[in-house]
């Protein structure tokens, strides 16, 4: 079992970004590029886990020995599918980066030019998070991710609280070697008893490990 510490344990992980369409040929999104989360999903199946790994639009390659893999490309497809496979679920990690806003209306001819200035409206996008926070039963281990680039403690810790979450994984997005796109990354964790842990910069397949240790010692 040494080698094996997550066997029996079911695990949802999102990863990547999603893209919000505007017509058939735009849409909106974010230099997710689903690393930080693929790198959790294959440390989870090296651990024993089965693991569910949702992606939005990446270009990396599968993960070896995953239980499912779903792939999305809009934040309610992530929504969907969240809550399509919640149940059973013995920890969750929300690593992707999910477009808190989409055009209020998909157009579904390309847009032509006329025009000097263009409008585009926005609506509000479900928080999956959130939600999952509302709906996860006692037994569930929720962790969230926050990309943030100022005040990065104070909004992670209201993140953790606001989303009713279990640990937050807060990542600042301006540092040239973390966050977005990048192999490696600096995170600080932080759990709803006020532990925290902040990690040195290390390549984002390392940390996966670490983190996943360090849920496997709270289980
Ligand atoms: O994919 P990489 O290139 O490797 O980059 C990794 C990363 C920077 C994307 C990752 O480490 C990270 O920080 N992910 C969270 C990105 C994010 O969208 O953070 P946020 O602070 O906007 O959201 C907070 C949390 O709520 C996240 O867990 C997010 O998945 C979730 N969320 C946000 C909005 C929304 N509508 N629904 C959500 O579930």
């Not at 949802?12 to 919000?20: D, F, Q």
């Not at 239980?67 to 013995?90: P, R």
């Not at 996860?136 to 104070?154: C, H, R």
């Not at 990542?171 to 966050?179: C, E, K, L, S, Y």
């Amino acid at each position: 079992l040494e080698d094996k510490p997550l066997a029996g344990q079911k695990i949802l992980i999102t990863a990547g970004p999603t893209r919000e369409a505007l017509d058939p040929v735009r849409y909106m999104t974010n230099h997710s590029s689903g690393k930080m989360g693929y790198a959790i999903a294959e440390a989870a199946a090296v651990k024993g886990a089965e693991v569910t790994l949702i992606s939005g639009p990446v270009t990396l390659e599968k993960p070896d020995n995953l239980k499912k893999y779903i792939q999305i490309e809009s934040a309610e497809e992530m929504f969907t599918a969240v809550k399509d496979n919640l149940k059973d679920q013995n920890i969750i990690i929300k690593s992707a980066a999910v477009a808190d806003y989409r055009p209020k209306v998909y157009i579904d001819k390309k847009i032509k030019k006329s025009d000097e200035h263009f409008n585009l409206t926005l609506t509000r996008n479900p928080d999956i998070l959130k939600w999952i926070g509302m709906h996860k039963t006692p037994e569930q281990l929720i962790v969230g991710f926050a990309a943030e680039t100022n005040d990065v403690m104070e909004n992670g810790i209201s993140k953790l609280k606001k989303k009713n979450i279990d640990m937050i994984i807060v990542n600042d997005v301006t540092r040239a070697d973390a966050g977005f796109g990048t192999d490696t990354n600096c995170v600080t964790l932080i759990d709803k008893k006020g532990n925290k842990k902040a990690y040195p910069v290390m390549p984002k397949k390392q940390l996966a490990h670490s983190i996943l240790d360090y849920i496997i010692a709270n289980l």
